[in-house]
């Protein structure tokens, strides 16, 4: 059973950053798609980044050239530097881990960006 763990987020203001990070276990970590989603309150899930076994990466027209989706395969850790927070960004995070087409998430991580 693949278990994911996220953590980093917190209260910020406008412009600043932040990373978070995120632990995959029980996975072939190697093998495994890691992929960064937000929600809002009545709003669904939204993919905002994604990083491919190849280190290939992709990320949603709202935080490109922001955010930095990134992953270090020998401590099965993926991470999200996000710069130059905008208050629209405030969502709780979740980590994302899809081996084999399985997909594993964790808890979630609030961040909140303050104007």
């Known amino acids: 059973q693949v278990q994911v763990v996220e953590s980093g987020g917190g209260l910020v203001q406008a412009g600043e950053s932040l990373r978070l990070s995120c632990t995959a276990s029980?996975?072939?970590?190697?093998?495994?798609?890691m992929g960064w989603y937000r929600q809002t309150p009545g709003k669904q899930r939204e993919l905002v980044a994604v990083i491919f076994r190849s280190g290939v990466t992709n990320y949603s027209d709202s935080v490109k050239g922001r955010f930095t989706i990134s992953r270090d395969n020998a401590k099965n850790m993926a991470y999200l530097q996000m710069n130059s927070l905008k208050p629209e960004d405030t969502a709780v995070y979740y980590c994302?881990?899809?081996?084999?087409?399985?997909?594993?998430w964790g808890q979630g991580t609030q961040v909140i960006v303050s104007s």
């Open positions: 994302n881990a899809n081996y084999l087409g399985v997909l594993s």
């Open positions: 029980g996975t072939t970590f190697s093998m495994t798609v």
